[in-house]
């Protein structure tokens, strides 16, 4: 399949050059004949949240075009072959199957398993979480060291910042995946060895980083006082390479499994998520399951034109594609949600940034675009000046929370009206006239830059609140979304053959950076250059 046979690419096209003169602000004038019910014609709801589509620079039209789109792409029977389990990720000859790691149907893939290693892991947590499960010189763990990087760090690293109101008290979580040794001396600083649990989360249980960190993290702890015999009280891994594990040196029975069918960046859901499981419990981590699992439900019976997975897919693809955005902001209201940000970025951009479509030609078209964001309020006093009046489009996905995880008089309704206040200025602007009546006759030369130029086209997603419930919902709909863009663009959002190549070279630099003699000829002149800087630094 290309794109530019599909009826509906060129019907969206000819639509494009209709309406991309409309502006929100006249979309929602009164004047407008269905401007009364606009917000209410595009706002949907599915999986426990809700979304207001209605500042999107769409209409009617455009709505119907996008679903035309989706079914000629056959979205929805590659969702139904990536739930069934068939191979929808070819260059790696898997399966994708995060959704059976939250499916409550005993028919559903990989059920039974699932649900052992489920149950293992809440075995585990509670013993973590009542002192059960004690440290070398028998006091109770107060310390869990995360140590994964990449889809083995953000996901938990996210869940747990976002849940923090949920966590046990008595034991705090950190996070350490840089193989910059600054990372975990920065921890190290913090922890006691006697009360740490070490989680080490790696897939393969190669990755470069991941290693490095255990095994300092493992020496750390012997020099501290744990014999080598009782280092099995402290470290217990997360892998799909049990073999790998027990070779480090962590008991075959310390081991969580995770499986080949589930991504890196998709695993929250399996032992990858056991840091969160220890830091709220089984039950907690059995709502963000449950959330995950509403939304899957909603993606899975919701019409195309109601979906919401499917129309946030599009809105993107009708951005990166039509407008020529290079990118979207996540910007959630919520400083729970800080690192949500870092953790779509992986989503999306492992996933879609690709150019190689599965039959192997190239595309002619844009993928994923570049993810960034940060926490509302922050961002208005950064970046948001470039957003309201600088020259690029930067389409947003705003997300509300409407009850506050903590009880502080006052700040939730000024966060709240922050975050609507930032949308309603992007879509409406500031016309000159208006700036000119601000600047005033004194000052005429400044209405120019009074001057907003509005339609600027956000997403708000409402929460009604933050917990683990409403959060798997949210990373499910993103993962979602995820796969319908892939199905458009027709790419694999599987695999990630893109951090190969960096990979490979670093290992030959860290030999090259080691070497006896400075080496000649092997590099390009930059590369050569860079690495003498640094031998001589190092004091080679
Ligand atoms: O290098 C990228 C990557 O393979 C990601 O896809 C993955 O999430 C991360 O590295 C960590 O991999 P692992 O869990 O195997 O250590």
Known sequence: MTLATLPAWS????????IRGLHLRDCFAPAHDSSPTRAERFTFSGGGLCADFSKHRITDDTLRLFTQLAREAQVEARRDAM??????????????????????N?????????????????RFANQVRDGRWSGYSGKRIRHVVNIGIGGSDLGPKMA???????ASPDIASYFVSNVDGADLARVLEQIDAETTLVIVVSKTFT????????????SWMIQQGCPEEALKRHFVGVSAHVAEVVKFGIAEDNVFAMWDWVGGRYSLWSAVGLALMVAIGPDQFGELLAGAREMDQHFCSAPLERNLP??????????????GAQSYLVAPYSAALQFLPAYLQQLEMESNGKSARLDGTWVDYPTAAVTWGEPGTNGQHAFFQMLHQGPTLVPIDFIAVLTPQYALAGHHPRLLANCFAQSEALMLGRTLDEARAIAGPARPELAPHLVFPGNRPSTTLLLDALNARTLGALIALYEHKVLVQATVWNINPFDQWGVELGKILSQALEADLGAANRVEGKHDSSTTALLARARAALGR
């Open 11 to 18: 019907l969206l096209q000819a639509h494009y050059e209709q």
């Open 83 to 104: 739930f069934a389990g068939e191979l929808v990720n070819p260059t790696e000859g898997r399966a994708a199957l995060h959704t059976a790691l939250r499916a409550d």
């Open 106 to 122: 005993p028919a559903a893939p990989w059920h039974a398993e699932v649900q052992a290693e489920l149950a293992r892991m809440a």
């Open 160 to 166: 747990v910042h976002a849940l923090h109101h949920l």
């Open 207 to 218: 990755t470069l980083e991941t290693m490095t960190n255990a095994h300092s993290l493992r």
């Open 310 to 323: 499917v129309l946030m897919a599009l809105i993107g693809i009708w951005y990166r594609d039509f407008f």
